[in-house]
């Protein structure tokens, strides 16, 4: 019967709220491995910007050095991208955002890039709130050199040649909080909604949002004794409570419980909804979230969900309280102070 | 007042026959405490000079502390216009007890010493010229808070030395009254202060040395300014969008003279900034900033020194390669490491110039002048975005933190030139467009901006091997291709660099070559070889890497080149040796100096008359 | 088997009249993709032709990646014992469809493809000899486990090719039993993959290509060993005791295989180490760990490539100013900034000598072989701690990463010589000491190790200006003084490096200098040159830097030197410059490689006939 | 009557245990400016030093660069001491440590040198429980470049300028807890005994000691605005509990209330007795000490004291497992393997 359908009208592509396809928001070809978890992340980055209707002229990607950072080629390709250098992304994405604060950033990097080498610069973006979304794609090792243990990697789990790690893993997370991020999380990429949804709900923030997502590396770190691995984030994941997000430019008001749903107005409008899947648990309480954190890394749980929202804090453009349009356009006479300015300076100094 | 009469006339008489007065030509050192406010009395003193119509400099010797360790200022008051350091001390101020004694052994015979009559400095030698004074007695008188007198204390010598070396004391008073013009009281206080050094002097002291300030015309309209003010009004007339800096010593003032004005000049009427200026935690974060910014679109810029360069050595390849646009100041200190913090050097010229891995050249930007650091600051950011590659503009402390005499600064005309950019229009024009094309044979591809609102204006910057397109490669032609094209952009970048500034007749075998700070001595040290030595020389001050034509030109038309520099392996000698016609090498000979204060042209002029075999 | 016949007679007969037998003398290329297991069945078709008694090397061109894309494994065959990257192709063996025709069109008539029967490859042109493989029906049939057939059927091309070169199964068994020593299954699974492809090409295969393999007695108890295990074992038997790293491609084998060797030679019966490594952060905690520890007396070391180095440019200052021995390993790849990673390169010379702000610079030595990495290990440990300053090996990710043939390495009979340290014994002679004082007229101080029992032991060590004592000081004649004894190690340093080796009968007036890798293209470019061209040259082969006498001497006694290295700039070139009489600079010639493939004989005879002008 | 005392026997000279005399710990006059917190530490440190009678010769110093990081020389001339680059020095005290872990190892740095350019290598110190005492003297100020704002400046402190700090500080003690620091406290320059106290227990601990102690910048960062300042500390401090320390080495023993005293066994035998100021708090619970000293920032509180202790975990160089000797001093025979074993590895190649 295919031979029937030659005269039915071709359907019109689905497009989103800026008449785009999801086309327009894929990649070039990835060159990861078969499986590799940052792959699924890419996917769902893609679909979080194509629902939210992003222009993606209006987006810029900065990775550092990493098989994670090189996902950013392989979604959205009409964005502007910028691969740095290793655990240094976090000061040229700021550098770029301080130049066009007009534009979407979002850095895409590794827990070797981030926590290894880029420690230093990953403390100081967290406590500048810059509005930059910050994915690190945390599969506890490094896997562009070939499976060595990152801090990230918890402690006893195995490489696959059977080596320990005996050093404590770095809390991405807990650390984002205290420091001064003000939207973070932690996902899996295997978790597809909850993945989905917290990326958008990072789009529609104001602020750094830093999401940790446990992507395991197929090649190196996968296996039994591994706790990135796929198997063991099915065992151990254990959702904070279940997310869903309602954009400010969609209509339909979903229904929802307040007694076991707590919305979150964010700052454009939109709402990010909580449904309690445990005790009593406020988002907006750092003290609270770094405790439960804490806590269930002692239990050997991986909490995820969102942990901790802010959506009053100024962010750190916003108090450097610069000119609506983006520095990096400004005309000469928007930059070139007058020749009575000169003057004035020369007269101080005679 | 008995004071003065312990000198004895024999002594003074040892001093030998009557020497002819000295009239505008001296160099006056005050020793005191770092920390101990002397900054603004040395100031008003320099002023005065400077109101008398006489060209001065002053430099600073100032120690990586705090407060309490030794500090010097020196003044050079010359009518010829000499304002390099001299290395004869003609007055000393000796207000610090620790080191007075060294510093009176230090002069030559027939100077002259004021000291603090405590330190009996009399009894250390008797072949200068003494008078004390009683500060102590004096500030008291002046100055009832006790608290304050330390401060105040300082303000004395300067009426003293004012009265001996007969500067008018209207300049005094003016001199006070602009440096403390916004704080009324501390003004009156240090007047009074100053008035009574003055009239100490007049009452107690008689004049027995041949050193006077007479009023002449060589200083009108000129102002005086440090390297990193005028580098940040250069900077912000360049249109200057984003800063990052981490404080380093000696580059931290060019930032914070530079968030002043600012907030002066680049803030609109509705209270906003046209501009960004960001503390990072260190200086990896502060060129990363500038990268990305610049990437972005920004005219951005960091300052730092040595330590600051060697961190940002990654990313300056980085910077190199995907070629973005970044200005950095070098305000060069003493190195390696940590070296001498506040001590001035030109010892990073080397090291910058291949500064990362892999095959790197920088363009770099020598200012001799504050005039010049106000004008190279717009050509760093119009080469770094008509090259789209790192400019260094390598300042050093002497230049950047002294006070500097100079023709006010002037409105700059040259249109700021924000190199080769896409618009969304040219993007319609073309349809698409290679971000690493030779497209005008100059080496210089077209780069977008992001957000600019076409679907083909996006490219992949990335420091990984890429082709035309900016598309990921490892292919070994296109890996060549592309750098050979980035060659070609620094050998284009040699007919736009500023050009060097060439003196003398152009007859003489020999030649001096010189950039930087070096300059000041090398006017000097000419002068003083023609002078004593009837050796003429041509002098060539090269302003920019890479070398233009001149340079080269220069070598060829001397027998023998001196270049001279403030570091100890001959670093500018050394870039020479690698890009001039090798038949020329063997006419170089390199006069170098590494002990951190600022080169002198005695000693150019001794070491040249040397290596000349005189 | 249908598939030979259609390579027609025709096309056969346009190769030519019939051609010589070519023996012992060719390059095989085997493109796979990278991930699929091809490592092994290189490797076990290298060592059978190494078994067969003759001289062999292997080269693996990888991408930057974990799995997937191409790859490129070429093993050279030559009874003349040429182990550099031979241009031409002879026998390709294609496995992978994506490369498969550009793999094909890059052939030089009349070369032989291998490929696998679905590609056709034999459609491409008609100018080669072409055999091809029904591999999956083969591997099908040998291995039942469907998910392991990707890793075997790389082996049956090993089984076809030893048939059409001839080379004795035994061979191919042996090697895959040591390939697989400990995997009896795999090893098991991969002979009867290898002798089903043997067993294939006997059956369907009609030899039609010029090549063989005949045994001969070239490799009689010779080692095949990559560059980072030989650096590794001689950093063992150098006494290293601690080692930092962090990963970065091509370094992280050294460390890597470090570890393995350590554990198992360097545990002692309690089962505690003599040793600790470290994995860094990054790259400056790494170098600053080393020089921790060296100061503390250990020998400690770290290995990196490019963008390490350009992160431990301030580190390098700190320790080259406070004087502390550090190795550091430059597993040289191709930059600036990531560039290829994973593509050979002599790019980081430049850089490394004068890394650091402030006047630098640093010893660096230059291994050309396998043999080399395992004495210059020593070599460089002796010398940071003789001149208590950081040492480079220099090496390259084609000496590190790929496997050489060598003889097996001579124990080293040189006792390990720590340098000037004082021990209590030696204070309570002497009393005290003053770390940096030249006591010797060498520069070089002497030093103590923390924990040395005795009041007087102690030291500050501190990267800022510093007196004979180590005493903070701002004194200009302290920090020229020390500067000028530093520099004075530099120079004693020249007769105590490894001294270069010079080829040659001395009596050509045509020099050729080169270093590192270089060496072996060099080896044959000679011979080419004075076979096909009949121009004898001499040879000199730098080891280390700075140079010795004979570096100067070899170009003082020719009239052109041609400076052959693997950079865009000429670095070795530039540093000669630096270093030479100026007279001799315009002698010096420069020939560069930049394109990440390691630099074969015949570009460089081409290149320097060329320059020759003939 | 000082004429009379002439003839009067002179005392023997007050020694410790090792009969050195406090002259033996002093170091070189210091450059710092007169009142400068940092001073009052170099004092307490050559106290305790003293008092626990280690031999100077079995110390060696590290620091940084800034003003505190020229404490050392300021103290113990006798030991080894070296002062680094900027913000690195935890990578060189941890090789040195690795080279001779039978030294004890003091880094004394300041806060701009630890959290700004610092930052990354502290992180790593701390995960690795390296066995150094780290001493931060803490001004929240940048002092040797003349006072500008560091990451650990409150928000809304200023600067002697007027310049409000708008971004939130990094909170040492709480990040070393999380990271994995085994001994973690604060102190105050003013707080002579308790200062005291802690570097006596610090000086007994195995494992990465991290004492953040606030020491007022006299010149730049004293003044009224300053939450750095001695007026502010005096009004702020608030000590969570009453330490006292008594060494292994001594007999003496202190009567204590185990209901009001909680007693910390030190694994070298000494005892940490915590005198209780307030409601319950165990020391050895991580996030009950993180806990508090989030609540206690957001009370707007200084809290000072010993806020963890673990005595059992392993350091990282008990987990390296080298040989006893100090690797530095190894003879050849012992670093060197054997002909037999280059034999061996020949072989395997050939
Ligand atoms: C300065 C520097 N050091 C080391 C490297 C080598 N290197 C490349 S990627 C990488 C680690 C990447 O790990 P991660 O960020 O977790 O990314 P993943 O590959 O695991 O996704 C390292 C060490 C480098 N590129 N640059
Ligand atoms: C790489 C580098 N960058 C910058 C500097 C300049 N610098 C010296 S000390 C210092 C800050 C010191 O602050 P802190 O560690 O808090 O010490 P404090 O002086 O406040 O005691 C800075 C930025 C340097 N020495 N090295
Ligand atoms: S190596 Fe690991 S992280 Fe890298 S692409 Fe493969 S699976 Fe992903
Ligand atoms: S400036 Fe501040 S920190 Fe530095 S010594 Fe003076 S008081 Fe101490
Ligand atoms: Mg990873
Ligand atoms: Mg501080």
């Given at each position: 019967m295919g031979t029937t359908t030659t005269n039915t009208p071709v359907p019109a592509p689905k497009t989103n709220r800026i008449g785009l396809q999801v086309i327009d928001y894929r990649g070039g070809k990835t060159t990861l491995c078969a499986g590799c978890g940052h792959n699924a992340i890419s996917e769902r980055i893609i679909d979080a910007m194509y629902e939210m209707g992003l222009q993606p002229e209006r987006v810029m990607k900065f990775s550092g050095i990493g098989c994670s950072s090189k996902s950013p080629a392989y979604f959205m390709n009409r964005s502007h991208s910028f691969n740095s250098v290793h655990g240094r992304m976090p000061s040229v994405a700021t550098g770029a955002t301080l130049a066009n604060k007009n534009l979407m950033a979002l850095g895409v990097t590794g827990d070797g890039d981030t926590v290894s080498i880029g420690a230093g610069q990953f403390v100081h973006l967290m406590r500048r709130n810059m509005p930059i979304i910050y994915v690190i794609e945390d599969n506890g090792c490094y896997g562009l050199t070939k499976g060595q243990f990152s801090a990230t990697a918890d402690l006893g789990s195995t490489l696959k040649s059977g080596v320990v790690n005996d050093l404590p893993p770095v809390d991405t997370c807990s650390l984002a909080i205290q420091l001064g991020a003000t939207f973070v999380g932690r996902s899996f990429s295997g978790d597809k909604k909850q993945l989905h949804t917290m990326l958008k709900a990072a789009i529609a923030h104001n602020g750094t949002v830093m999401l940790d997502v446990v992507s395991p590396c197929v090649t190196f770190n996968d296996h039994e004794g591994s706790t990135k691995s796929y198997k063991y984030m099915q065992a151990h994941e254990e959702p904070l409570h279940e997310v869903s997000f309602v954009p400010a430019f969609e209509e339909i008001n979903v229904e929802y419980d307040p007694g076991t749903t707590l919305e979150v107005t964010m700052h454009d409008g939109s709402s990010l909804r909580l449904k309690k899947l445990e005790q009593e648990y406020d988002p907006t309480d750092k003290i609270q979230a770094v405790h439960r954190l804490m806590e269930s890394h002692e239990k050997g749980e991986v909490l995820t969900g969102v942990f901790y929202i802010n959506e009053k804090a100024p962010s750190f453009v916003d108090m450097l309280?610069?000119?609506?349009?983006?520095?990096?356009?400004?005309?000469q006479s928007r930059t070139r102070p007058s020749r009575e300015a000169l003057a004035k300076c020369m007269e101080e100094l005679q | 007042m008995a004071t003065t009469d312990v000198v004895p006339q024999e002594s003074f008489g040892q001093l030998g026959q009557k020497r002819a007065v000295v009239v505008n030509d001296m160099s006056i050192q005050v020793a005191t405490v770092n920390g101990s406010g002397s900054q603004s009395s040395n100031t008003v003193l320099l002023r005065s000079i400077f109101q008398m119509g006489v060209p001065i400099s002053g430099k600073n010797l100032f120690p990586s502390n705090i407060a309490g360790l030794p500090t010097w200022f020196t003044i050079r008051a010359s009518k010829d216009g000499y304002i390099a350091r001299k290395k004869e001390i003609d007055l000393l101020i000796a207000m610090n007890g620790e080191t007075a004694q060294d510093d009176v052994k230090m002069l030559a015979a027939g100077a002259v010493v004021l000291y603090d009559e405590p330190l009996a400095l009399d009894k250390v030698r008797d072949d200068l010229i003494y008078y004390a004074v009683p500060y102590d007695k004096l500030v008291a008188a002046v100055c009832p808070e006790a608290k304050l007198r330390k401060l105040i204390k300082n303000m004395i010598y300067v009426g003293v030395a004012a009265q001996l070396l007969e500067i008018d004391f209207v300049e005094v008073e003016k001199a006070i009254r602009k440096q403390f013009a916004t704080k009324a009281k501390a003004a009156t206080l240090n007047l009074a202060a100053a008035k009574a050094g003055h009239d100490y002097a007049v009452a107690n002291l008689k004049k027995r040395d041949p050193f006077y300030i007479r009023r002449m015309d060589k200083t009108k309209g000129k102002i005086i300014v440090d390297g990193n003010s005028a580098a940040a009004m250069g900077c912000m007339f360049a249109g200057c969008t984003v800063v990052t800096w981490y404080p380093i010593t000696p580059s931290s003032s060019l930032v914070e003279t530079m968030i002043e004005y600012m907030k002066e000049y680049r803030v609109g009427p509705d209270g906003k900034a046209t501009f960004a200026i960001v503390q990072a935690e260190d200086e990896l974060a502060a060129v990363g900033m500038v990268i990305g910014a610049a990437w972005a679109g920004a005219r951005s810029m960091t300052a730092t020194a040595g330590p600051g360069i060697s961190l940002m050595a990654e990313f300056t390849g980085l910077a190199y390669y995907v070629e973005i646009p970044a200005v950095i100041w070098d305000i060069q200190r003493v190195g390696p490491s940590t070296g001498l913090p506040t001590r001035t050097s030109q010892g990073d010229v080397l090291s910058t110039a291949f500064l990362s891995h892999g095959d790197t050249k920088h363009i770099m930007l020598f200012p001799s002048s504050v005039s010049e650091c106000f004008t190279m600051a717009q050509d760093a950011f119009d080469l770094a975005e008509r090259f789209q590659t790192p400019v260094f503009v390598m300042s050093d402390l002497d230049l950047g933190m002294n006070n500097w005499m100079s023709e006010p600064f002037p409105y700059p005309e040259k249109p700021i030139n924000r190199g080769k950019v896409l618009s969304k229009a040219d993007l319609e024009k073309a349809g698409s467009f290679a971000r690493y094309r030779d497209v005008d044979g100059d080496g210089v591809g077209y780069r977008t901006l992001p957000g600019t609102d076409h679907p083909a204006a996006a490219y992949f910057a990335r420091g990984s091997g890429h082709n035309e397109k900016g598309q990921y490669s490892e292919r070994p032609d296109d890996f060549e291709r592309n750098m050979e094209r980035i060659n070609k952009k620094f050998e284009t970048a040699r007919s736009f660099v500023p050009r060097p500034e060439i003196i003398g007749s152009?007859?003489?075998?020999i030649g001096i070559l010189a950039y930087g700070t070096s300059h000041w001595a090398i006017i000097e040290s000419r002068d003083q070889l023609s002078k004593e030595h009837k050796l003429e020389t041509d002098y060539l001050r090269v302003l920019s890497y890479p070398f233009t034509r001149e340079v080269h030109d220069f070598i060829e038309r001397h027998d023998r080149t001196y270049v001279v520099e403030q570091n100890r392996d001959g670093q500018m000698a050394s870039l020479l040796k690698l890009d001039i016609k090798t038949e020329l090498t063997p006419r170089l000979r390199s006069i170098c100096h590494i002990h951190g204060l600022p080169i002198d042209a005695r000693s150019v002029t001794d070491e040249l008359m040397m290596m000349e075999g005189k």
């Open positions: 309280n610069v000119t609506d349009e983006p520095l990096a356009t400004l005309p | 152009g007859k003489s075998k």
